[in-house]
């Protein structure tokens, strides 16, 4: 298998957290010829000739889509990423859309007369509730800096219900992250993640890539397993332990909360981890210190036994 | 045309806050505001600490609560779906806008 696949950490991050992260994964030749691309082709206004980010019939398969003559083709075709998008959507995965957010500096959008304004909180699309899941790819092929306005997302908000911006009221969370980045980075992000743009304090236009892709096979043990052992899917001890448990282990990410949990829903989350992992790694028995166990635990079902009174 | 300058004119504040649990003084986990005074436009992301610890911290500092999400019992089948902050708590304080004028 590919060793430029995901590990299974990595795997467990992005079932729990909802994304994963690669810190200037596009070298520094590719970032430059395509920010001078998108310069060219926003700076002075013009529509997209076509060559920058080709507009692509949605559902067409990606290297179909963006072809190795292209700089995106060839940032896709780079191995660390083509990897890490494989291990998530497989092989063949659909272009669903792609878009370029520009963001030129807030001192210039208030010079001409606009207000500058953060984007609401919001989860792209519409209310969505498939088991599979659409990777959506951030890609910044510049330096992003605190005062750039990167993008907002809320890690461990991707397996929540809700419908675009209805969340919108939601001005800040705690746990809430801004993209600060080298230039070249790429986050594959679930779907489901709560997110939106900043306002831009710099003196410079950002730049934004963004790419959604569908999958077309299960996405059942895409990433590289070799790592994986039967110690991930062992049960432990929970509440009174003796040993401090590995917080790396498979359980403990995704038993792991984030600082806007509720109380009650934080451990709803967790069960809802532990059943997409189930469906990733394609086995139903597996638990994370006995959340899901426990409320499997019925020796009779009442259902099928109709000698006993329910 | 003619103005009139109106020195006691009352606009609402508003804060939403969103605790861990349906206590008043349990921790805030995300929050909102709304200056209707126009004094400040607060905008998505531009906090990182939320201006209040607990829901009775607000109360101690003299906001009013308006309105309290109620607790709802969970439907057959839908007991494990999360979406929406379920604790959802709004607050208003009623300030002077100065200056204020009608035309």
Same mark, same amino acid.
């Given at each position: 298998?590919?060793?430029?696949?995901? *590990?299974?950490?990595?795997?467990?991050?992005?079932?729990?957290?909802?994304?994963?992260?690669?810190?200037?994964?596009?070298?520094?030749?590719?970032?430059?010829?395509?920010?001078?691309?998108?310069? /060219?082709?926003?700076?002075?206004?013009?529509?997209?000739?076509?060559?920058?980010?080709?507009?692509?019939?949605?559902?067409?398969?990606?290297?179909?889509?963006?072809?190795?003559?292209?700089?995106?083709?060839?940032?896709?075709?780079?191995?660390? #990423?083509?990897?890490?998008?494989?291990? @998530?959507?497989?092989?063949?995965?659909?272009?669903?859309?792609?878009?370029?957010?520009?963001?030129?500096?807030?001192?210039?959008?208030?010079?001409?007369?606009?207000?500058?304004?953060?984007?609401?909180?919001?989860?792209?699309?519409?209310?969505?509730?498939?088991?599979?899941?659409?990777?959506?790819?951030?890609?910044?092929?510049?330096?992003?800096?605190?005062?750039?306005?990167?993008?907002?997302?809320?890690?461990?908000?991707? @397996?929540?219900?809700?419908?675009?911006?209805?969340?919108?009221?939601?001005?800040?969370?705690?746990?809430?992250?801004?993209?600060?980045?080298?230039?070249?980075?790429?986050?594959?992000?679930?779907?489901?993640?709560?997110?939106?743009?900043?306002?831009?304090? *710099?003196?410079?236009? /950002?730049? @934004?890539?963004? #790419?959604?892709?569908?999958?077309?096979?299960?996405?059942?043990?895409?990433?590289?397993?070799?790592?994986?052992?039967?110690?991930?899917?062992?049960?432990?001890?929970?509440?009174?332990?003796?040993?401090?448990?590995?917080?790396?282990?498979?359980?403990?990410? #995704?038993?792991?909360?984030?600082?806007?949990?509720?109380?009650?829903?934080?451990?709803?989350?967790?069960?809802?981890?532990?059943?997409?992992?189930?469906?990733?790694?394609?086995?139903?028995?597996?638990?994370?210190?006995?959340?899901?166990?426990?409320?499997?635990?019925?020796?009779?079902?009442?259902?099928?036994?109709?000698?006993?009174?329910? | 045309?003619?103005?009139?300058?109106?020195?006691?004119?009352?606009?609402?504040?508003?804060?939403?806050?969103?605790? =861990?649990?349906?206590?008043?003084?349990?921790?805030?986990?995300?929050?909102?505001?709304?200056?209707? =005074?126009?004094?400040?436009?607060?905008? =998505?992301?531009?906090?990182?600490?939320?201006?209040?610890?607990?829901?009775?911290?607000?109360?101690?500092?003299?906001?009013?609560?308006?309105?309290?999400?109620?607790?709802?019992?969970?439907?057959?089948?839908?007991?494990?779906?999360?979406?929406?902050?379920?604790?959802?708590?709004?607050?208003?304080?009623?300030?002077?806008?100065?200056?204020?004028?009608?035309?």
């Amino acid at each position: 298998m590919s060793t430029n696949k995901l *590990s299974t950490h990595d795997m467990a991050i992005f079932a729990s957290r909802g994304f994963v992260r690669l810190d200037a994964v596009v070298p520094t030749s590719l970032n430059d010829q395509f920010l001078e691309e998108l310069e /060219r082709t926003f700076g002075v206004r013009e529509v997209n000739g076509g060559t920058t980010v080709p507009a692509v019939p949605a559902g067409t398969e990606i290297d179909q889509a963006l072809t190795s003559d292209q700089t995106l083709g060839q940032i896709m075709r780079l191995p660390r #990423l083509k990897g890490a998008i494989e291990s @998530l959507v497989g092989p063949n995965s659909l272009l669903d859309h792609h878009f370029v957010h520009v963001l030129p500096p807030a001192a210039d959008i208030e010079a001409a007369g606009h207000s500058a304004n953060a984007q609401h909180l919001h989860q792209d699309s519409t209310i969505d509730v498939r088991k599979a899941f659409d990777i959506q790819l951030f890609y910044y092929p510049q330096e992003i800096t605190q005062s750039m306005g990167g993008t907002r997302y809320l890690p461990g908000s991707h @397996l929540r219900i809700v419908n675009e911006a209805a969340i919108a009221r939601y001005q800040n969370v705690r746990g809430q992250q801004h993209v600060v980045c080298p230039a070249g980075t790429v986050f594959l992000m679930h779907h489901g993640i709560w997110h939106g743009g900043s306002i831009n304090r *710099s003196d410079r236009t /950002r730049y @934004l890539y963004k #790419l959604r892709l569908n999958p077309t096979v299960p996405q059942v043990r895409l990433w590289d397993t070799t790592d994986l052992t039967d110690a991930d899917s062992t049960q432990l001890p929970i509440f009174f332990v003796r040993e401090r448990q590995d917080p790396d282990s498979v359980q403990s990410v #995704l038993t792991r909360g984030e600082p806007w949990f509720e109380m009650d829903t934080g451990r709803i989350e967790f069960i809802n981890r532990i059943h997409f992992w189930r469906r990733l790694l394609g086995d139903k028995t597996f638990d994370a210190h006995y959340w899901v166990s426990r409320l499997e635990c019925e020796p009779i079902n009442f259902e099928q036994s109709p000698e006993i009174p329910i | 045309m003619h103005k009139t300058k109106l020195n006691t004119a009352v606009r609402q504040q508003v804060l939403v806050l969103y605790l =861990a649990n349906s206590a008043l003084d349990s921790p805030v986990t995300a929050w909102a505001r709304y200056d209707g =005074a126009g004094k400040v436009r607060h905008q =998505a992301g531009g906090d990182e600490e939320p201006p209040y610890a607990t829901g009775l911290a607000a109360l101690q500092d003299g906001w009013r609560l308006i309105q309290a999400s109620p607790l709802i019992n969970h439907n057959s089948g839908d007991e494990f779906r999360t979406g929406y902050f379920k604790y959802e708590f709004f607050f208003e304080k009623l300030v002077s806008k100065e200056n204020d004028q009608l035309e």
